[in-house]
T-cell receptor
Framework: KQEVTQIPAALSVPEGENLVLNCSFT??????LQWFRQDPGKGLTSLLL?????REQTSGRLNASLDKSSGRSTLYIAASQPGDSATYLCAVQSWEGGSEKLVFGKGMKLTVNP | KAGVTQTPRYLIKTRGQQVTLSCSPISGHRSVSWYQQTPGQGLQFLFEYFSETQRNKGNFPGRFSGRQFSNSRSEMNVSTLELGDSALYLC?????????????FGPGTRLTVL
């Protein structure tokens, strides 16, 4: 059974720091991995999607890498800003229980202090 | 392009009642997935509909059901509500997938069961 873990559950940093968010998964047979952002009381916003054949994806100040063999992904946020404060979720799409499913980690709550 | 919309945004029900939630996908998207988000369990996959057929199903009891209409709009129904059904219910739409499409999430419906 696929399990996705994000450690730590929360992180508080001063503005301007470069951040690395970690995600690990137990089954390397994945179709893709996605990073999402969730603001309080709102839905999820897709940040980056990495296909299983790719190693990384970049968007603005965000860079996500994928190492399938070790079951790890990292989301790098450069020069963090207070507006980056949110919960960040990692999810893998894989074959689970006879069908494709998106399996989520429990998220990491990021607070960037001005 | 309009995003995924969900109605209602907030619901308060009592135990034993039933509830129907609605999701309108992004125009042109034919796949709709439903998720339950709680503080304890995080985001859990409920089911996915594609072309009016349930394609995937998570591990939820039969009280949770859904359907999809010919215009791709989807409804989710929960019968005989329990206190533990209190959660944020999110729907997501995507184009037909081979396991590689980004999912776009709606803002969610916050269900409180008293």
């Amino acid at each position: 059974k696929q399990e996705v873990t994000q450690i730590p559950a929360a992180l508080s940093v001063p503005e301007g720091e470069n951040l690395v968010l970690n995600c690990s998964f137990t089954d390397s047979a994945i179709y893709n991995l996605q990073w999402f952002r969730q603001d309080p009381g709102k839905g999820l916003t897709s940040l980056l999607l990495i296909q299983s054949s790719q190693r990384e994806q970049t968007s603005g100040r965000l860079n996500a890498s994928l190492d399938k063999s070790s079951g790890r992904s990292t989301l790098y946020i450069a020069a963090s800003q207070p507006g980056d404060s949110a919960t960040y979720l990692c999810a893998v799409q894989s074959w689970e229980g006879g069908s494709e499913k998106l399996v989520f980690g429990k998220g990491m709550k990021l607070t960037v202090n001005p | 392009k309009a995003g995924v919309t969900q109605t209602p945004r907030y619901l308060i029900k009592t135990r034993g009642q039933q509830v129907t939630l609605s999701c309108s996908p992004i125009s042109g998207h034919r796949s709709v997935s439903w998720y339950q988000q709680t503080p304890g369990q995080g985001l859990q996959f409920l089911f996915e509909y594609f072309s009016e057929t349930q394609r995937n199903k998570g591990n939820f009891p039969g009280r949770f059901s859904g359907r999809q209409f010919s215009n791709s709009r989807s409804e989710m129904n929960v019968s005989t509500l329990e206190l533990g059904d209190s959660a944020l219910y999110l729907c997501a739409s995507s184009r037909p997938s081979g396991g590689s499409d980004t999912q776009y999430f709606g803002p969610g419906t916050r269900l409180t069961v008293l």
